[in-house]
C-alpha cells in the first residue's frame, strides 16, 4: 500500500480545510488509516483513526467536535475535516495505514504504511 496525503495550506484561525489521503491497492478500504500530526520542535502524535472493518473512528481530545475523519471507498481515499481550526493545529500531517487494526491505534509505531505529509498552517 502507498500513501498520498494532500490538501494541506495556509488558513485564517477559525477556518476549515479537508486533508485527503489516497491508498493505492485493492484491499487498502479494509486498512485503518490514522491521522497523526508533527508541530516543529514536538514529537509525532495522534489526531484521529478510521477503521476500515467497522467504521470504527476515534479522536484526539483536543479535536474531538472539530475534525471528522471519514472515508470514500470507491475513491480508495480518507479524508480529515478539519473545521475551526487553532493555531496549535498547525503542524505537518500523516496519514498511516495498517492491514491489522490494533487496539494501540495512537500509537504510531503501529502503523506500517505512511504518506508524504502535508503542511497545515493556521495564522492568529
Known amino acids: 500500500v502507498q500513501l498520498q496525503a494532500s490538501g494541506g495550506g495556509l488558513v485564517q484561525a477559525g477556518g476549515s480545510l479537508r486533508l485527503s489521503c489516497a491508498g493505492t491497492?485493492?484491499?487498502?478500504?479494509?486498512?485503518?488509516v490514522g491521522w497523526f500530526r508533527q508541530a516543529p520542535g514536538k514529537e509525532r502524535e495522534f489526531v484521529a483513526v478510521?477503521?476500515?472493518?467497522?467504521?470504527?473512528?476515534r479522536y484526539k481530545d483536543s479535536v474531538k467536535g472539530r475534525f471528522t475523519i471519514s472515508r470514500d471507498n470507491a475513491k480508495n481515499t480518507v479524508y480529515l475535516q478539519m473545521n475551526n481550526l487553532k493555531p496549535e493545529d498547525a503542524a505537518v500531517y500523516y496519514c498511516?495505514?495498517?492491514?491489522?487494526?490494533?487496539?494501540?491505534?495512537?500509537?504510531?509505531?503501529?502503523?506500517?504504511?505512511w504518506g508524504q505529509g502535508t503542511l497545515v498552517t493556521v495564522s492568529s
Open positions: 491497492g485493492r484491499t487498502f478500504n479494509g486498512y485503518t
Open positions: 498511516a495505514a495498517r492491514q491489522v487494526y490494533n487496539v494501540q491505534y495512537w500509537d504510531a509505531k503501529w502503523y506500517d504504511h
Open positions: 478510521a477503521r476500515g472493518s467497522t467504521g470504527m473512528t
